[in-house]
């Protein structure tokens, strides 16, 4: 007769809490750099509007001008699962490797989570790029609702014939007092993607990876309270504006999750902190569960499954501007 779940119940219980715990722990940066939306169907569009246009005088007497929104950009969002199943055997539950089996969900934990992250992450990793080849061996489409990549010196808009750009498109240094002046100026720029009106954008995020160089430059800029790299003592403007974001894959191959030495220094300056001008969006039909585990009475193994549904890109791109950080004009 096979062993059945309910003989080991502390075993199952201690199992979700450790796989919970390791899940909890893992660095996720996911609510700070997207907007995450539950889902409910499958497949779902989204449709932006044009921002509410800019209001008229009234005569005394005469009615209110009526304004009008006008259709932006679609996105089509369809839900996707990941999945991973560890088994736990006969022999583990019955001798001496409690141990083991705890490890083993805590592992299971921070696998769906890296899974996750890495997947977020390479909106910004493939900023340059229109796809590319995630960990499954599939193309993803990575550009943003108006065909192009989302740093791009030439995005467009639905209803307008102008144009605007999000990369500093000169040959330029790595992150630094200079090259942070030229990303926000190109916020200066930045047009309503449905109608093409100029929407002043404030960023409030710089955005960049674990490279050790760049992210002790951005908290010199951040806390200093002096200009980093200067000679005349300039005071810093920069010190209290934004906040730093360290998302850990920026400089990852998707395909492979090995670093890749020219994405070690991308940087970036976003508005995130305003959930209407954020352009990440993740949508969720499914969080990140454990399933618990069902005989399987040839082998006696019991079979441990954590799965999450969701969909993520980005919806527009004017809110966010971009350097690869190699000295190159891109």
């Known amino acids: 007769m096979p062993l059945l779940t309910s003989q080991f119940n502390d075993l199952v219980s201690n199992s979700i809490i450790q796989w919970e715990k390791a899940r909890k722990e893992f660095p996720s940066v996911r609510n700070e750099l997207y907007v995450v939306v539950p ?19 009234r005569d005394q007497g005469d009615d209110a001008w ?19 199943q560890v088994d736990v ?23 769906g989570e890296r899974r996750v992250e890495l997947d977020l992450a390479s909106l910004l990793s493939f900023a340059w790029s229109t796809s590319y080849t995630n ?11 108006d065909g192009d990549a989302l740093i791009s010196t030439s995005h467009s808009a639905n209803g307008a014939s102008n144009t605007f750009s999000n990369e500093i498109s000169t040959t330029h240094d790595p992150i630094g007092p ?10 200066n720029s930045f047009i309503d993607e449905a109608d093409g009106r100029r929407v002043p954008c404030r960023p409030d995020t710089i955005i960049t990876g674990e490279h050790a160089p760049t992210v002790h430059m951005v908290r010199r ?29 920026i400089d990852m191959t ?32 499914q969080d990140m569960k454990l399933e618990p585990p069902e005989q399987v009475f040839e082998s006696s193994t019991w ?14 791109a004017n809110f966010i501007a971009g350097t690869k950080g190699d000295a190159s004009a891109v």
Request: glycine content about 4%; charged content about 25%.
């Open 254 to 285: 998707h395909s492979t999750e090995a670093r890749n030495s020219a994405k070690v220094e991308y940087c970036f300056v976003a508005k995130l902190m305003d959930k209407d001008y954020n352009g990440f969006r993740m949508e969720v039909s």
């Open 66 to 84: 009526k304004g009008t929104l006008v259709q932006g950009y679609n996105k089509t969002f369809t839900q996707a699962e990941i999945a991973l």
């Open 39 to 57: 889902s409910a169907t499958q497949t779902n569009v989204f449709s932006s509007l044009s921002s509410v246009q800019t209001a008229r005088r």
């Open 303 to 316: 079979q441990f499954l954590t799965t999450m549904l969701y969909d993520f890109g980005t919806t527009k």
């Open 178 to 187: 200079d090259t942070l002046e030229a990303l926000e100026e190109k916020f």
């Open 221 to 249: 800029i951040l806390n200093s309270e002096l200009l980093p790299n200067t000679t005349n003592n300039d005071t810093n403007t920069f010190r209290g504006q934004y906040r730093h974001l360290i998302v850990p894959f």
């Open 89 to 111: 055997t006969k022999q583990m539950r019955m001798f001496d490797k409690y141990d083991e089996i705890m490890r083993n969900m805590r592992e299971m934990g921070r696998s």
């Open 135 to 145: 960990l499954d061996g599939e193309t993803v489409t990575t550009t943003t609702p």
